[in-house]
């Protein structure tokens, strides 16, 4: 199982992006997927979350600005992202938890894209 995540960029304030993610191989069932960020010299932070019947929740910083999406057909997830700031700059993983056809459960992640906000 793997993930394939597409769409990041250079983009200047105020701008927008959309990111999308893939998610592939022997899956039985994904719970939730997400979208996390990473800022240089920063923690890893959870930016919004998309369950399987589509409850979502966001960090308080991206309220507003920002809305995931899923498509459960197609086991995948995308991120809108709008009035982009330059504290919006890093690197954006996402991650889904998921089941395989095997039973197992686990977190898989996405091996990451840039998002630079920047005039």
């Known amino acids: 199982v793997q993930l394939q995540a597409s769409g990041g960029g250079l983009v200047q304030p105020g701008g927008s992006l959309r990111l999308s993610c893939a998610a592939s191989?022997?899956?039985?069932?994904?719970?939730?997927m997400g979208w996390y960020r990473q800022a240089p010299g920063k923690e890893r932070e959870l930016v919004a979350r998309?369950?399987?019947?589509?409850?979502?929740n966001y960090a308080d910083s991206v309220k507003g600005r920002f809305t995931i999406s899923r498509d459960n057909a197609k086991d995948t997830v995308s991120l809108q992202m709008n009035s982009l700031k330059s504290d919006d700059t890093a690197v954006y993983y996402c991650?889904?938890?998921?089941?395989?056809?095997?039973?197992?459960?686990?977190?898989?992640w996405g091996q990451g894209t840039q998002v630079t906000v920047s005039s």
């Open positions: 991650n889904a938890d998921i089941t395989a056809t095997g039973r197992a459960r686990f977190t898989a």
């Open positions: 191989g022997s899956i039985f069932s994904i719970n939730y």
């Open positions: 998309i369950t399987s019947s589509s409850s979502t």
